[in-house]
Nanobody, 123 residues
């Protein structure tokens, strides 16, 4: 059974950093296309980042240069390092995985979603 469990959310000041973790079970990370979406109140889900071997990562325009996705296959965990954070980064962040095709920012393309973790950027 595929499961994705996020952790690491919380409150951070503008300009600060936070690292999210997503531990996967029921499959091996290197077989999937894993990534992150986010959803702010009243807004649609937004693709943040996705990574697959050997194509490398993709990032949404709003986070390029500030966020970095990485994986630790030994721990079956994917990370999202978020730097220089802004109030508009406030959202629930979801870990996602798909097993076919390339990375994409179409939410409907993903087979499994985690429960989400709240990130709030505020002074």
């Amino acid at each position: 059974q595929v499961q994705l469990v996020e952790s690491g959310g919380g409150l951070v000041q503008p300009g600060g950093s936070l690292r999210l973790s997503c531990t996967a079970s029921g499959f091996s990370l290197d077989l999937g296309r894993v990534g992150w979406f986010r959803q702010a109140p009243g807004k649609e889900r937004e693709g943040v980042s996705c990574i697959t071997s050997p194509d490398g990562p993709i990032y949404g325009d709003s986070v390029k240069g500030r966020f970095t996705i990485s994986t630790d296959n030994a721990k079956n965990t994917v990370y999202l390092q978020m730097n220089r954070m802004k109030p508009e980064d406030t959202a629930v962040y979801y870990c996602v995985v798909k097993f076919w095709g390339i990375c994409t920012f179409s939410p409907d393309a993903y087979d499994y979603w985690g429960q989400g973790t709240q990130v709030t950027v505020s002074s």
